[in-house]
């Protein structure tokens, strides 16, 4: 069977693996974009903490603790978490 | 070696509280857990629902049972370790000791028969009434013994005349200062313990693959109150913290470490010191620059008091003061880190997949009850030298008892605690390895009185399935 340029394997495009080399490429950009999205959320909850405990003053704790609990059981309701499990 | 009685009657106490506080911490949560549950499976007759009822209610039948009965055995301590304390308190905490057990037991012992063995003998809504009762009962215990408490803690409503002590306000003694906030923090306390117990044993059988829907329903619903919780507990604690830098301030000057009158500006947060009592200094502190203004005054420049604001011999001893703040403020703030976790972990659909969420939560499994121990260390060791604050010295308080009977009967404590322990361990060992029970896949007959007692709701689980299927 002859191959033609776009039905040949990846693998053998200028001798480097095609597909690894986009497995990294997009394995990379999903690790940053997890890592984007674990750091924003540190970053988010260590905000709530501060404003919870007061460091803003007590009117700043009212309004996050209410806006982090309103959000926690949205969230928690919106997402049942009904994922695979490990 | 000659040992104090004092010490010896104050160690006697420490260990048998420490011991019993555990026991009431679970079964506040679990019950109030065990009546969410219920409910749940009332209004969405999942089956599942039931599985972790049935679970749970045993391991809070045993936590039960061991709390009653080592609560008793410190209403006899106060009078025999501490009879001075009992004779001059005794007008203000009697009443409130004897109202818990009118209250609260009495309720608890109403319904807790029909909670424990009642499932398949009455309806499912009287049950679920049961399961509220007995969930009041806990609560209406929390709220005497810590009325009590912060009675010892801020008292007022007493006048005292000639060493004597009268009450001129039951009103005060019983909403004295610091109960409003001490209440609410205790029983969040207790509902956060129940909600890491229930997400932590729901992890490890995902971990190992066993009962899966039973083990993420617990996951979901555990991280789910916890994150919720946590949050209130933050602020509970913020508040109370406000609350005890007025009414106590060398309890709070204690926690945080500081000798000066005023400490540096910026202030640090330490987070580890090796204080020195005899000469009022830090041998060594680590701690992270601004971050004590910023938490504990709120601002970035703020100065903290220190401990020789207090008198040397009104000081608590600041070592145990400052750890114990430092486990149960650490944990506090290791709970509300994976409450956070769990809520992003919710919007990837990765709750039941990440591996190191779930072995988090099974090492988190005890956080509730350790922070909840800790918390009670600062509230006691952070009030010494008093026993009564401002009123009665710790050593003033205590019986003149021999020191041998003293430790005589802390080394029996001891043995008859470590016996209770191990039972409690095993069994809750035992259930766990063993995994949820089938439960029938409907709620049985109605829960009104007239058909409580007809022998088709007196079936045995078994029988129902059976009967169900044909």
């Excluded at chain 2, 306000?169 to 969040?188: C, E, I, Q």
């Excluded at chain 2, 769990?342 to 090492?363: I, K, Q, Y």
Aim: with cysteine; glycine share 10%.
């Amino acid at each position: 069977m002859r191959l033609t340029a776009n039905k040949r394997k990846p693998e053998t495009l200028g001798g480097i693996g095609f597909s690894t080399l986009r497995r990294t490429i997009m394995g990379g950009s999903k690790d940053l974009s997890q890592f984007a999205g674990l750091a924003g959320t540190a970053l988010l909850g260590a905000l709530f903490f501060f404003l919870i405990i007061g460091v803003f003053g007590l009117q700043f704790a009212i309004g996050g603790l209410l806006v982090f609990v309103v959000g926690a059981v949205l969230i928690s309701q919106a997402f049942p978490a009904e994922g695979a499990e490990p | 070696m000659k040992v104090d009685p004092s010490t010896l009657a104050r160690i006697q106490f420490a260990f048998t509280v420490s011991f019993h506080i555990i026991f009431p911490t679970m079964s506040i949560g679990l019950a109030s857990f065990l009546a969410v549950t219920e409910a749940l499976w009332l209004k969405t007759k999942e089956s599942v629902y039931l599985e972790i009822y049935r679970f749970w209610l045993s391991i809070f039948a045993m936590g039960f049972g061991i709390g009653v009965v080592t609560g008793i055995v410190l209403s006899f301590e106060f009078g025999l370790g501490f009879a001075r304390f009992a004779e001059m308190a005794g007008p203000a905490i009697g009443p409130m000791i004897a109202l818990e057990v009118l209250t609260a037991f009495f309720l608890e012992a109403g319904f807790l028969g029909i909670m424990l063995f009642g499932l398949h003998r009455v309806g499912p809504n009287l049950h679920f009434f049961a399961t509220c009762m007995v969930a009041v009962g806990t609560l209406l215990s929390a709220s005497w013994i810590l009325s009590a408490n912060s009675w010892m803690q801020t008292p007022a409503g007493v006048a005292i005349h000639d060493g004597h002590l009268t009450v001129v306000s039951w009103r005060d003694v019983v909403v004295n200062p610091s109960w409003p906030y001490r209440l609410p923090h205790m029983v969040t306390a207790a509902y956060l313990t129940a909600s890491f117990m229930v997400a932590g044993v729901g992890a490890w059988y995902l971990l190992r693959g066993k009962h899966l829907h039973f083990a993420r329903k617990t996951v979901a619903l555990g991280t789910a109150f916890a994150t919720v919780l946590i949050a209130g507990q933050v602020f509970i604690g913020d508040i109370l913290y406000g609350a005890m830098v007025k009414y106590q301030p060398s309890k709070m000057q204690a926690a945080e470490g500081f000798w000066e009158e005023e400490s540096q500006s910026p202030a640090p947060y330490y987070w580890l010191i090796i204080p020195d009592q005899k000469n009022q200094r830090n041998r060594f502190a680590v701690g992270t620059p601004y971050l004590g203004s910023i938490w504990l005054t709120h601002s970035l420049r703020g100065r903290v008091e220190g401990l020789k604001n207090t008198p040397r011999d009104r000081q608590p001893r600041m070592g145990m003061v400052f750890y114990a703040f430092r486990i149960m403020y650490g944990l506090a703030i290791l709970m509300f880190a994976l409450g956070v976790a769990s809520l992003w972990l919710r919007l990837r659909g990765r709750l039941f997949a990440s591996r190191w969420f779930l072995w988090m939560l099974v090492l988190m499994t005890p956080s509730g009850i350790i922070a909840t121990l800790a918390g009670w260390y600062v509230a006691e060791t952070g009030r010494q030298p008093w026993v009564i604050y401002g009123i009665l010295r710790t050593v003033d308080a205590v019986s003149p008892v021999p020191a041998h009977a003293l430790l005589s009967t802390l080394i029996g404590f001891v043995c008859v605690y470590s016996v209770f322990m191990s039972a409690f361990l095993i069994f809750t060992l035992r259930i766990i390895r063993r995994g949820p029970a089938e439960a029938p896949p409907h709620a049985e007959a109605s829960g009104s009185l007239k058909n409580a007692f007809r022998p088709h709701v007196l079936d045995s689980p078994a029988r129902v399935v059976s009967r169900q299927v044909s």
